[in-house]
């Protein structure tokens, strides 16, 4: 059974860092590629960034370059994004997927989510 289960969101202030976790189960994160995308409050869902399975091709949206970084630990199976130089319009839900192949087909499971709120 698939299992996405993030965490580490929460309330940072402008400037800040924050580390989300995604603890995958039910499949390796090895094979398949993932993706964190998320959504403003009153807005839709927004692609924030791609990592392929073979941990070499990274791929982030315009916003979050040289902020965010995604990584996988295959030991641990967790997927990872560390936000650094957070800004207030990074406030958003933000959910880890699973793609449907080693690279970015489609998500088939999504986690639950968890929050990130930037403010003063």
């Known amino acids: 059974q698939v299992q996405l289960v993030e965490s580490g969101g929460g309330l940072a202030q402008p400037g800040g860092s924050l580390r989300l976790s995604c603890a995958a189960s039910g499949f390796s994160l090895s094979t398949y590629a993932m993706s964190w995308v998320r959504q403003a409050p009153g807005k839709g869902l927004e692609w924030v960034s791609d990592?392929?399975?073979?941990?070499?091709?990274?791929y982030y949206v315009e916003s979050v370059k040289g902020r965010f970084v995604v990584s996988v630990d295959n030991a641990k199976n967790t997927l990872y994004l560390q936000m650094n130089s957070l800004k207030p319009e990074d406030t958003a839900m933000y959910y880890c997927?699973?793609?449907?192949?080693?690279?970015?087909?489609?998500?088939?499971?999504w986690g639950q989510g968890t929050q990130v709120t930037v403010s003063l």
């Open positions: 990592i392929y399975s073979d941990n070499s091709d990274t």
């Open positions: 997927a699973k793609n449907m192949g080693d690279s970015t087909l489609g998500y088939d499971y």
